[in-house]
């Protein structure tokens, strides 16, 4: 079936610094990708869609300067946490999606910032 | 906000007894998923309805969907300690593979 490879499982990070996750298909191409957050004891919220070759479409709420995705290939996503705050502690989920296999999810990625 | 609601937010049960979740959603939807999620960890897929089915089984699992109310269930039959858990509905707004989570049930079996 198919795989979505999320690294890496687990970081943290000083406050300030800028923190990159990495979403990749292994098995399909991915035209699509979506990110998650998820804090402690919470449900999952869509933080913005990934699109192969173009901008990502982020939800209401979410900045865009501070998540930055970037969907350069077709099995590659990254998001990229700038100038992480403790606020910002969560865990992120990526999924993928094609026609052929529908979506996969990540294993997610749990962000510490200190 | 357009996240499904779930009912109970916690259950506690003991084991051998049944679990039944429930979620709500808001909008039309091409199918319905629920995930187990262990603590930290990462989703789980658990069973895929789609909008034209009612019902859905696979092994302890029991799944149904009810368009008309805008609702789903899951059932665990007989549970076990390892089916301590949060568990949670995704709804695929038609067309997008965008999913909208519940806001989870925390299911906790004791042994």
């Known amino acids: 079936g198919a795989v979505v490879s999320q690294h890496p499982s687990w970081v943290i990070c000083k406050s300030g610094t800028s923190v990159k996750i990495e979403c990749r298909s292994l098995d399909f191409q991915a035209t699509t990708m979506f990110w998650y957050r998820q804090f402690p004891k919470q449900s999952l919220m869509l933080m913005a869609t990934s699109n192969e070759g173009s901008k990502a479409t982020y939800e209401q709420g979410v900045e865009k300067d501070k998540f930055l995705i970037n969907h350069a290939s077709l099995t590659l996503s990254t998001l990229t946490v700038t100038s992480a705050h403790p606020e910002d502690s969560s865990f992120y989920i990526c999924?993928?999606?094609?026609?052929?296999?529908?979506?996969?999810f990540g294993s997610g990625t749990r962000l510490t910032v200190v | 906000s357009q996240q499904g609601e779930e009912d109970p937010q916690a259950l506690s049960i003991q084991e051998g007894e049944n679990a039944t979740m429930n979620c709500s959603y808001k909008?039309?939807?091409?199918?319905l998923q629920w995930y187990r999620q262990n603590s930290g960890r990462g989703l789980v897929h658990l069973i895929l309805?789609?909008?034209?089915?009612r019902e859905k089984h696979s092994g302890r699992l029991r799944v149904t969907l009810d368009t008309s109310k805008k609702s789903s269930s899951l059932l665990i039959t007989a549970s076990r300690a390892a089916d301590t858990a949060s568990y949670f509905c995704?709804?695929?707004?038609?067309?997008?593979?965008?999913?909208?989570f519940g806001t989870g049930t925390r299911l906790k079996v004791l042994a």
């Open positions: 999924s993928a999606s094609d026609s052929r296999t529908g979506y996969t």
């Open positions: 995704a709804t695929e707004f038609p067309g997008t593979y965008k999913y909208i």
């Open positions: 909008t039309s939807i091409n199918n």
């Open positions: 309805i789609r909008s034209n089915e």
